[in-house]
């Protein structure tokens, strides 16, 4: 459910109607509901109490907006980082150090010291080569890093190849079969102290069988890890659960979610950890974009929009489906592919797809891009770094500006011999 919804014929987010947000801020605009991403966060949150322990770390990679952080902060989330910079953003929202997870396939050692002087709460090591230079910098500093092993449990995730994360070809985490010696080998290091294991097998996942086969593997490796009298204190389940982005698509529900870690679960006597980002964000906002025109084609019209690849990717990147709908549709209907003004065939946000009749000038949105959006936004062809806004009930407020052209050929230098 989110507050995206028509109201009097106009689509609304929340009380705001939005064409009065693209007057008002231009296009192409992200717009986030306050009210749906409390909700989420409050939907997911609640439906894991009935787990004993529970760290929620948000994967700030799916929506790093400064002021979603804060909202998120308010909920009682902490963060789940990949880099110095997320971590400076969880930290600039207000996220205390101890509850952010610091997580990524290649840290660096100005990375990973960045944390220990933060005072992260966990490093998810990747590799035991990282673990090894943790442990020499935390010694270094006369301190202990706290530190979590990632495990590729080999498990099909059943989603895009693109985001999967779980198979044995995949860069991510040691090797299964591995990771029992490199457990024991980093816990005997003393600038570390390893108190769990993580696992995250891919993104937009649509059941939860293959979620709870990892979770089999790793309670596995966690008993055997305690056999051998090492300490597992902690286990991070990572994120991963997916979102309909199709009105006639259907996804677990976070209570559904939660009953099947509880059972799989049961007899761990662990603090769960769970790095939910998508689940969050996804529904929370939409990408608002003008019609420039339409144009002929061979097959359908074009509706060339103001909006493209380099505002929200997911399209050109994954094959993902974005819901496209008109601010004030008319009832009309029309087939017709929808694209944006960059020079890539990959522009193309639906491909002859039945939509509301749209016109230039005319306003559209595409729905669910609150994950995987904005923070993919680039410049390419030169473009404005798109802004982006949150809307709560009547108010609105610019969250990101848009970042001009100027501004970033402002930071270019031709060289002396050049000029
Ligand atoms: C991307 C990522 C997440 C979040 O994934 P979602 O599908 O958005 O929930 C969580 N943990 C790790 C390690 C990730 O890389």
Known sequence: ???????????????????????????????????????????????????????????????????????????????????????????????????????????????????????????????????????????????????????????????????????????????????????????????????????????????????????????????????????????????????????DETFPSPAEYAAMVAEATRDWDVTLMFEPGRVIAGNTGVLVTRVIRVKAGVNCPFVVVDAAMNDLARPALYDAWHDFVAVRPSGRRMVASVVGPICESSDTFAKERDIDAVAAGDLAVFRTAGAYGATMANTYNSRPLVPEVMVDGSRYAIVADRIDPAAILAAEHVPDWLA
């Not at 609640?46 to 929620?56: G, Q, T």
């Not at 299964?176 to 005997?188: K, N």
């Not at 790793?218 to 090492?230: A, F, H, P, T």
Request: a neutral charge.
């Open 1 to 247: 459910m989110d507050h995206f919804q028509l109201k009097h014929g106009i689509l609304h987010a929340e009380d705001v109607p939005i064409d009065r947000i693209a007057d008002e801020v231009g296009t192409p605009v992200y717009i986030y509901s306050h009210a749906t991403l409390t909700r989420h966060a409050r939907v997911f949150r609640d439906a894991l109490s009935i787990l004993p322990r529970v760290h929620l770390a948000f994967a700030v990679k799916s929506n790093p907006n400064l002021a979603v952080l804060k909202v998120l902060q308010r909920e009682g989330y902490g963060a789940d980082v990949v880099s110095e910079g997320e971590m400076r953003r969880a930290l600039a929202a207000g996220m205390r150090a101890q509850d952010i997870v610091f997580s990524g396939v290649g840290k660096s050692a100005a990375e990973l010291a960045a944390g220990l002087e933060a005072g992260i709460g966990q490093f998810n090591l990747e590799s035991e080569e990282e673990g090894a230079e943790l442990a020499a910098l935390a010694a270094a500093r006369g301190i202990r890093a706290v530190a979590a092993l990632r495990v590729n449990p080999d498990v099909e995730a059943g989603t895009h190849a693109k985001i999967s994360t779980g198979k044995a070809e995949n860069k991510f985490g040691v090797s299964y079969e591995r990771a029992a010696e490199i457990y024991a080998r980093l816990s005997a290091l003393p600038g570390i102290e390893m108190r769990g294991l993580a696992v995250h097998i891919g993104s937009q996942l649509a059941r939860l069988e293959p979620l709870r086969d990892a979770f089999a593997r790793m309670g596995e490796l966690m008993r055997l890890l305690r056999g051998q009298g090492l300490c597992v204190t902690h286990m991070d389940l990572g994120g991963g659960l997916g979102v309909p982005y199709r009105a």
